[in-house]
């Protein structure tokens, strides 16, 4: 089955600095890749849609400036915090829709805890 | 706004015992149902998806009623494992979008 991979599955940063996650679909292409943030107990909330080639579509109240979405090729998309803050502390989940295909693949997800 | 409203929880069973999860969601046009099972700190995970004439796969039986924007969860004969967060999910077909309840916490006591 598809399978996507993410990486870091955990990260500790310190306040200010940057973290890069990767989402990579590791069987199949995928022209569109989404990012959700969880806080505990709490749902998955989408904060972008990942496009190849083009820009992300931002939900609102998710500074584009602040996390940044890179998609370059179609296995590959990667979301970076940029200046870290505690409240940036959270699970970040990617998942992954084949091109021209049904279903979503989830990457494993990261912790991110800022400090 | 998109809502996906699930009960709260938690629910706390017996081992054997039957239970049941509602959701409601809030934009008709909403085009796919699914519900995903996320265990503790771990990605989500497709459990089943909800079909307008209700399926089955195994101990486990989904129902959708379109007129009522009403989904269900039914598991029969609990089992231990299936100790998790049941998360009621919805698909935008336009935007290709899954838009997530807050979960349902089930705990199966033995």
């Known amino acids: 089955g598809a399978v996507v991979s993410q990486h870091p599955s955990r990260v500790i940063c310190k306040s200010g600095t940057s973290v890069k996650i990767e989402c990579r679909s590791l069987?199949?292409?995928?022209?569109?890749m989404f990012w959700y943030r969880q806080f505990p107990k709490q749902s998955l909330m989408l904060m972008a849609t990942?496009?190849?080639?083009?820009?992300?579509?931002?939900e609102q109240g998710v500074e584009k400036d602040k996390f940044l979405i890179n998609h370059a090729s179609l296995t590959l998309s990667t979301l970076t915090v940029t200046s870290a803050h505690p409240e940036d502390s959270s699970f970040y989940i990617c998942?992954?829709?084949?091109?021209?295909?049904?279903?979503?693949?989830f990457g494993s997800g990261t912790r991110l805890t800022v400090v | 706004r998109k809502e996906v409203e699930q009960d709260p929880g938690p629910f706390n069973v017996p081992e054997g015992a039957t239970v049941a999860f509602n959701c409601t969601y809030s934009?008709?046009?909403?085009?796919?149902f699914f519900w995903y099972r996320q265990d503790c700190r771990k990605e989500p995970k497709l459990l089943m998806s909800?079909?307008?004439s209700g399926n089955e796969d195994g101990r486990f039986t989904a129902q959708l009623n379109r007129a009522s924007q009403y989904i269900s969860l039914l598991i029969r004969d609990s089992k231990l494992s299936d100790s998790a967060t049941y998360l009621c999910?919805?698909?935008?077909?336009?935007?290709?979008?899954?838009?997530f309840g807050k979960g349902t916490k089930l705990s199966v006591i033995p």
């Open positions: 909800v079909y307008s």
């Open positions: 990942s496009n190849e080639g083009s820009k992300a579509t931002y």
């Open positions: 999910v919805v698909f935008e077909a336009g935007s290709y979008q899954l838009t």
């Open positions: 998942s992954a829709r084949p091109t021209g295909g049904d279903g979503y693949t």
């Open positions: 069987d199949f292409q995928a022209t569109t």
């Open positions: 934009n008709s046009a909403s085009q796919s």
